[in-house]
Structures are given as C-alpha cells and as structure tokens.
C-alpha cells in the first residue's frame, strides 16, 4: 500500500519566513535612522555648547576688565574729591585770615567740575546764612566724572557678567541634551544584538522616546 505524501503549498512554507525578515528589516531601518538622528544631535549639541562655552569666557574677561576700569575710575574719583576738598580748605584759611590774593590764587587752582558748586555755595551766604549748606562738595551741582565713569563700568560689567552667566547655562544645557542623545545611541545600538523582536522593539520605542524629547530641548534652546 503506497505511503501518503503530504505536499505543502509553496507560500505555507515561506510566508512565516518572509514576515519575521520583513519585520527584522524595518527595525534595523528604525535603528539607523535614530543613530542618524542621534549621531546629528550628538554634533549640533557639541558644536553649540562650544560655541556657547566660548560666549562665556569672552564674557566674563570682559566684566572683570570693565569692573577694573570701575575700580580705577573710582580711585580718581576719590583723588579728584580730596583734591577739591584741599584747595577749598586752604581758600577757606586764608579767605578767614583776609589774604584776598592768596584766595584768588587758590580760587583759579580749583577743577571745572568743582566750580558750579562753589559757586552755588557762595550764592546761599554760608557765612552770614546758618541755613547754608556747609560745604560745596554737598551741593547738588558737585559732580564727578569719574564717578560717573565708574558708576557706568559697574553697570556695564554687571551686565557682561550676566550675559557670561546666561551662556554658561545655555552650554550646560546643551551638554544635557548631549547625554540624552548618546543614550539614544546606545539603545539604537544594542537594539541590533538582540534575536528578541519584541525587546529590540521595546528598546527602540524607548529610544526614540528620547530622541523625541532631547529634539524637543535642542529647539527650546538659543543656538548662534
């Protein structure tokens, strides 16, 4: 009695085979694309964070040259107040004693910036007046230009601080954003040593979760 042969149709044979490739094949596509993705990251990350980096420094060397310039702007400032306060008090000496020429000379020895106030202060009558200001170097008038100068450095080397500070965090940031890339990588990656389709599909959601998330920080970002 002859023996039965069971024949298989052709596509019972490789339809099992074919789906399995199909679906090996679009998950290593998957996988390029995020380390593509990722590798793009990775550069633009790194080459804003330098950029930034180099935004910092430049920063900060120019608030600590500005603070510099404050600071000797207010020691010329100060020279300038002693100087004023000097001759007024020698002029004040011998005005007291009656010596008009010796007075006229330290009259024509005193700055521009301290004659509006001298003169302000002759007008109110300080020596008859009890309600007079005491000094010309209190009157409205009397004003320095270096102390504005260094007010103006102080105010300028705030701001250059602020700005160095600013693109500290901005290269921070972008170095964050980096991790998370390099992440994506790594799953992408390890994606590929896995026989598993249903963990190598895991891992990849997983990773192109981050890469979703790291692209959305990477546009909040500033760039240059």
């Known amino acids: 009695m002859p ?21 090996e094949r679009i998950l290593e596509i998957v996988a390029a694309l995020l380390l593509s993705l990722a590798t793009l990251g990775i550069a633009w990350s790194g080459y804003q964070a330098a950029k930034w980096s180099g935004i910092q420094a430049r920063r900060y060397t120019q608030a600590s040259t500005a603070r510099s310039l404050s600071n000797r702007a207010a020691t010329l400032a100060s020279q300038d107040r002693i100087q004023d306060l000097l001759n007024f008090n020698r002029w004040l000496e011998v005005t007291t004693d009656g010596n008009t020429q010796l007075a006229d000379l330290y009259r024509r020895r005193f700055r521009p ?23 010309p170097l209190l009157e409205p008038q009397y004003k320095l230009a270096h102390t504005a100068q260094a007010d103006h450095l102080q105010k300028v080397g705030d701001q250059l601080f602020e700005e160095g500070k600013s693109a500290t965090e901005n290269a921070d940031s972008y170095v964050f954003v980096t991790v998370f890339f390099a992440v994506v990588l790594f799953f992408a990656g390890i994606s590929l040593r896995f026989a598993w389709l249903k963990l190598r599909m895991v891992i990849l959601v997983l990773g192109g979760a981050l890469l979703v998330y790291g692209g959305i920080r990477l546009l909040s970002l500033p760039s240059l």
Do not use: Y
């Open 3 to 23: 023996e039965h042969v069971h024949v298989h149709a052709p596509h019972e044979l490789s339809e099992p085979g074919e789906a399995v490739t199909s679906r």
């Open 113 to 135: 910036e301290f004659v509006a106030s001298f003169n302000a202060w002759l007008a109110g009558d300080p020596l008859h007046n009890v309600n007079a200001i005491s000094s």
